[in-house]
């Protein structure tokens, strides 16, 4: 009895990372389904939404709601300024130019952040807007930040699936997913439809960076290089361009991630996610959803 | 007449340059930026302090060279291998932490220049393989002895039964403690009922706390710098654990209060110096700190401003300025009064010192007891 | 009967630039710490120069070659302190010897990685590169003079000038040979069209294997001369950073480039390690602000590589 309630307590803790997962690897999906490219400057959006939170809660004492509307809307727009500036140029260059961009703008945004005049390179110790409240049922805890963090995920998921199912600006975007040129030719600003996807992709992993922050509050600017590469495996693990995909494939990697850690050692962790991504690569690239990618 | 004044001229430019000191360079490594940084800034004060009030009666002039290791050990390698090589230094203060203080001992010992280290404890820092590093000395004690003393308040003064350990893998300052306090525990009939490593990046700790709160441990021992604890401290207490919190000396920085809140507030660590106690070298270099930084300076710049002295003294005493002869000297280093205690060398360039206990109230760390080896 | 006649040529300006080198060495002008770093700028040049064959040659995006280069360092350090060696004649073989495990390590992932495309394969080699420095972390947990995350200290420093320039002016040699034969054929073409290449009858996975292969070797033996240079591991100087900057090498020097390998890597190890001395080290930070920053906008204006020659197209 005892072990089932260990085990249901490590699952929590799992569950509460995979959502973080989940929210950054929908902008990855989302991004390469329409684009064909892996936006390795991502993970720094996330760490964006963080550090602007931070700012937010000890600069302007702004209440959790507001936080929450603020950093998805400014990690929307640096995502958005992103693409026009870097990645748009390069639209019809080789595909290893773009990714070799994405890391340029990565590597570019971190190390200028980390210059002293902007947030340096230390840690920080990330304050939360509320007190921390724990329920106790039986020998299971919750506290409200796993309750926020659920909830919070939940919610974004819901939008997400009535701006992608139920605006045209989402049907754009599948149908840019499916052929990019088509879609242009029926008259579509994919220009417009590119922006859309990268805006809503950052604004997720905003809202993503500010939950992370709040569950394990300490911030760097160096936070999303890992999360960043591990919610991109998740999304290869669902299936890549598919977005209930990368919903599981995040929890799946935030889960196994805390079981590693409970059963295995710590240290273990990054490690094994990467195991996960060996086996599927080599059984079944596709993801579990997944379309079929090419191979030569 | 012209000869008068020439050979005048003569004896005046002599003089001036009897009076001009002979330069001796003095490397300083320390984290000015990285997850400990404010232990690097209050060491390079400190130094800076020991550097002014030498100036006023030391035979040498002193060019100081500083070197930030952002508490990693590639950067302190790099660092040194440049003070070195490059700088050509004639005495090394620091590393601070042993992680970066143990290859940084290699180098130094290899190359043949003195270093003292005013806070790196881990016993490897000295000793190589069972072979002692002639040319490394530190000012501290080392964590066998710290383990213990943790260890042995655990058990006594707190009445602990069990105790979890959580501790840094990549960290040898983390891992040798851990242990250490470890092995007295339990030789003391203490259960370990959780000993659990991490990653320096980790920022999840959720699956750990987890782990060790289904043992209920009376005591959790966290030997890891403040920014961790920090962090590690504030999830305890959010999954509603409530056992008492132990540490080490790398706890003892304003910020861990500052950031952990009340999360750390009825915990406990180990420390080289508190600055409650009442002592006349201590509070002479206390006033002169909070004069010049406005806040008292944590144990680590008192450490790094015995080190210091310890090594300009060597140098004063030395026959000639050569590494050779600081060497000799700082050897014989005995009963050195400093801010941290009366300092005499062991034969493997260790200090013997006692260890003080610190409690962290909501008002600051107060001073509860001294252990003595 | 031509190839050798040239390469008699490309040896007699290798000796020739040694012994300007070691005159200058010996003559006192240059410091320890310059010494250190044109010994490392070899070394850089030969591992990039794997890099080179893989991607810039062949086409393969490889993230991951700096868990390789620590493959390489690691094993040599560990078979030398065992074997106690102390001087370069018993490094050589050592070195060698690790070189072909790495090449073996290499022989087994790019069995099952080699057939996935661009980005997935940027992807693969990256989780490559991050499981060798998690695995390189925890080794201490198999012996302790690995030193896991605490770093492998105390190995002995015997790389010297000869040692580092002799074996890295060898396999340009080598590595020149191999352009020019049969195999750099088919490799550039790879990279320009892997499916027709294939449909002429080309085994292109064998030929993508054997660059990966040969590629991985290189960085091995260069890991092991770094190993008994700064005579310090540490698995984070393993990880993705350092793939980057093999990668920042060998597009700028122009993939499928010898001779811009080459200039790039020193000029990149002198850059980046010569500035150290030179800047304080406020201003040194804002390399790595510069640096992506022209590494965009040659993607974005030359995104063949700033010294593309003949040799390579």
Known sequence: METILYIIQQLINGIQLGAVYALISLGYTMVYGVLRMINFAHGDIFMLGAFIAYYGITKFNLPFPVLIIISSLITAIIAILIERIAYKPLRNAPKISLLITAVGVSLFLEYTLSLNAFFSPNYIGFPRPFEIKNYELGLISINNIHLIIFSVTIISLIILYLLIYKTKYGIAMRAASHDLEITRLMGIKTDSVISFTFGIGGALAGIGGLLYAMAYPQINVFMGIMPGIKSFIAAVLGGIGIIHGAVLGGFIIGISEVFVSAFLSSTFRDGVIFIILFIFLLFRPNGIFGKSIEKV | ?373 | MRFFIELRKLIFISLFIYLVIKLFFISGIPTDYIIQITLYSFIIVLASLGLNIIYGYTGQFSLGHAAFYGIGAYCTAYLSKILGVETFYSLVPVVFLSGIFTAFIAYLIGGPILRLKDDFLAIATLGFGILVRVFLDNSDRITETLGGSRGFVGINKITNLELSFFITVFFILITKNLIDSRYGLFWRAIKNDELAVSSIGVNTFNAKLIAFIYGCFLAGIAGGLYAHLYTFLHPSNFDILKSIDFLIIVIIGGMGSISGTIVAGLFWVFFIEGLRIVLPSEILEYRWVLIPIILILIMMLRPYGLMVKKEGY
């Open chain 2, 1 to 373: 007449m012209k000869r008068i004044f020439l050979s005048f001229c003569f004896l005046f430019f002599f003089s001036i340059n009897s009076y001009a000191k002979e330069v001796v360079k003095i490397g300083l490594i320390t984290p000015l930026t990285g997850d400990i940084k404010t232990f690097g800034e209050s060491t390079k004060n400190s130094f800076f302090i020991a550097l002014e009030e030498y100036a006023k009666k030391g035979k040498y002039e002193i060019k100081p060279i500083i070197a930030d290791d952002k508490n990693d050990p590639t950067e302190g390698t790099n660092a040194v291998l440049k003070l070195i090589t490059q700088d050509k230094v004639s005495a090394i203060i620091g590393p601070l932490t042993s992680k970066v203080a143990i290859p940084v001992s290699e180098i130094v010992n290899t190359n043949k220049i003195p270093m003292i280290t005013g806070t790196a404890t881990n016993p490897k820092v000295t000793i190589s393989d069972g072979k002692r590093k002639k040319y490394v000395f530190r000012a501290c004690f080392i964590d066998p002895f710290q383990g213990q003393v943790a260890a042995n308040f655990a058990i006594k003064d707190l009445k602990a039964k069990t105790a979890a350990v959580l501790y840094d893998v990549g960290n040898d300052y983390s891992k040798g403690l851990a242990e250490f306090f470890k092995n007295t525990f339990q030789k003391n009939k203490g259960t370990i009922v959780a000993y659990e490593s991490y990653q320096k990046d980790d920022v999840d700790f959720s699956a750990l706390i987890t782990k060790i709160a289904i043992k209920k441990p009376d005591v959790i021992f966290i030997p890891d710098y403040y920014n961790k604890v920090a962090l590690i401290a504030k999830q305890i207490r959010e999954k509603g654990l409530k056992s008492t919190l132990l540490g080490g000396d790398g706890w003892d920085s304003p910020e861990l209060l500052k950031i952990a809140g009340d999360a750390i507030v009825g915990s406990y660590y180990t420390n080289h110096y508190s600055p409650d106690r009442k002592d006349p070298v201590a509070d002479a270099f206390i006033k002169k700190y909070k004069q010049k930084h406005g806040n008292v300076p944590d144990a680590l710049g008192a450490l790094a401003y015995d080190a210091t002295w310890i090594l300009l003294n060597a140098l004063d005493r030395a026959s000639r300025p050569t590494t050779e002869e600081i060497l000799k000297e700082i050897e014989k280093t005995k009963n050195h009064k400093g801010v941290t205690g009366t300092i005499s060398f062991d034969k493997n360039g260790d200090a013997i010192k006692s260890t003080v206990i610190i409690k962290i109230e909501k008002s600051g760390p107060k001073y509860v007891t001294t252990v003595n080896p």
